[in-house]
DNA sequence: TTGTATGCGTTATCAA
DNA sequence: TTGATAACGCATACAA
């Protein structure tokens, strides 16, 4: 009867214990690979919990233990979805991320569902669903990282580096990009610029900021700014298209992302304008199409393995107490066609 | 002492219950909404826990209830790291999962650490980790799934939908797809075919039989057939190259994915031939930029936000002991230049 | 090196 | 409608 019983439910670590005729600790030291436990105890151990296909209940661990081995990640979904990809870049940085925290066995959680204010960010941690999280994009929640920051609440931020943010971010020099953008077009001689984008997301502004500190350079240089609120394919496509239509005709242009780049190049052609005959043009983030597109663009490149990799190391380095500082990634021009 | 103790922790239920003055099952069921409790306590409780900073312990509430409500979703970043992206579509699938999971309140535990093997599989739902699975893109794993069935694992396939996959697959028409890319080389009058793709990938296989099918209606149609290992944008350029090279000269070409699309055009024109001039090609997907490359790219599209909610509610279905049939979603042909 | 006893923070069961 | 009590399955402190 009581057999019966336990027949139809899964094994506990008592279960084990009471089979390979040891003690409970014992069972979970095994498993735990510790190494006070004899080699042949340990055998028959692991021995009768695969007969048994008995595992660990991680519900119970992580209730039991301090930590609880889960990162949640946070992705700007809205700014992602419904075509409106910046980029396939920032999947990558996902897939760098979760490659980083298999490596050291942590859960990664998918952007938790309720997620949106300050309090959504203290709860999820308070209620031991995450050790903290991994922001990837940090767009126009700056004030609300700082607030979390303060509160002590582990976070690694994928976006703009500033020196008084109070929290750690990783991010490509958004700043560096700009300008190699800016003197690129110095070179070769264009006047008239024209960045786009949307400046409301730090990482962009600093894009922005960065193209016009090379305009400096040159009195006679104009810088345009081409405002994109969704930063989608269409959207930049239709913004690029009215642009002109209203009689602007820049000869140097700075897209926020390689995507972003081909919409511009498709809507310049549209009007009779050709690059890099008529104008020049430099993306960002170097996505494998972009070599190949006719023509090949110009464009920046930032390093996203690394970037997975140093956003989770920044994270486990607070989980362990430290505060480890910002880090700016190396960033640089890769010249093509336009 | 024991006052400077609780000072230092987080408030337990057992704390709200205290101060809110009632007894420890109240203020569960308050929290949970549950309708077996008086306004007024339920007002004080939660006014209470709002004042306490208070957040229920989801790890505790995981190990006493039946349900996680987790869902581990599955992601072959292997096949699609390193600018190896077939397209930004599996993306814009997870995220159709993520915000219809968001929905339901369920978490995403993405492509959880140490998952190789059928074990693995069963260890982490035994475990309780997850609830069941959202595989995104079969790839060659349907005989490991299939299995997972039997055992009956709850789980949701995209990929290819095969009348005795013995598992609930989502995915879009493939074999009609195929057809579709064959219909339109007849009517253009074109012989000579080439399918570009990993065809051990049983969804890619059916385009590729699709294609076949087509190709029956007349018999001096060859249809050849270029293997892509890797699926990568770079792999598929220089094996394209390759088999130009070898004399090889297609008329029509039909690919895995855009922007494999965007390789083969590439590849193709480095040889002297243009699309639609020298061959016709359709791609699959209907990422954004194939509307707006150059030539504008003739694809299949599938819808991804529907196959995201179809995913979810099939999962859900099967938690709540159902066993619901496999589904193929419409699939249709966007007629471009090429 | 092993075992005993205890507690982690909830929710379910049952009785009131 | 509420409360007392008992699981849930594990890991740790401590003693042996």
């Not at 396939?88 to 490659?99: D, M, Q, R, T």
């Not at 999280?133 to 931020?157: H, N, S, T």
């Not at 900021?209 to 305009?215: I, N, S, W, Y």
């Not at 920046?300 to 989980?319: F, H």
Request: charged share 25%.
């Amino acid at each position: 009867m009581a057999d019966k019983r336990r027949k139809a439910m899964r094994p506990t670590m008592d279960d084990i214990a009471r089979l390979a005729e040891v003690s409970k600790p014992t069972v979970s030291r095994a498993l735990s690979g510790s190494p006070l436990v004899s080699p042949e105890k340990r055998e028959r151990i692991l021995q009768v919990a695969r007969e048994q296909g008995y595992a660990v209940n991680r519900n119970a661990q992580k209730l039991r233990q301090a930590r609880t081995n889960t990162v949640a990640v946070v992705l700007d979904f809205e700014s992602h979805r419904h075509g409106a990809i910046g980029d396939p870049f920032i999947y990558e940085l996902l897939a760098g991320v979760s490659e980083a925290l298999s490596v050291r066995d942590v859960d990664l959680l998918l952007s938790p569902p309720g997620l949106n204010g300050l309090d959504d960010f203290i709860d999820l941690h308070r209620s031991r669903g995450a050790d903290g999280y991994i922001v990837l994009g940090q767009g126009k929640r700056e004030a609300m990282f700082r607030e979390l920051a303060r509160k002590d609440i582990p976070m690694a931020v994928w976006g703009a580096v500033m020196a008084d943010s109070g929290y750690c971010a990783v991010g490509s020099d958004n700043f560096l990009g700009g300008m190699l953008a800016g003197r690129r077009f110095l070179e070769l001689g264009r006047r008239k610029w024209l960045f786009v984008g949307n400046t409301v997301h730090d990482e962009i502004r600093l894009r922005y900021e960065g193209l016009r500190e090379a305009a400096n350079a040159s009195p006679d240089i104009s810088v345009d700014l081409l405002q994109i609120d969704m930063m989608a394919f269409a959207e930049t496509y239709k913004k690029a298209e009215e642009y002109l239509k209203s009689g602007n005709r820049p000869d140097a242009v700075f897209a926020f992302s390689d995507t972003a780049s081909m919409a511009i190049i498709s809507a310049f052609r549209q009007n009779g304008l050709v690059a890099p005959r008529d104008y020049s043009l430099v993306g960002y983030n170097n996505i494998p199409p972009a070599a190949h597109f006719a023509p090949a663009i110009t464009t920046i490149e930032q390093d996203t393995n690394m970037a997975g990799t140093l956003l989770v190391e920044k994270l486990m380095q607070q989980l362990d107490g430290a505060r480890p500082k910002s880090v700016t990634l190396p960033t640089k021009l890769i010249v093509r066609e336009t």
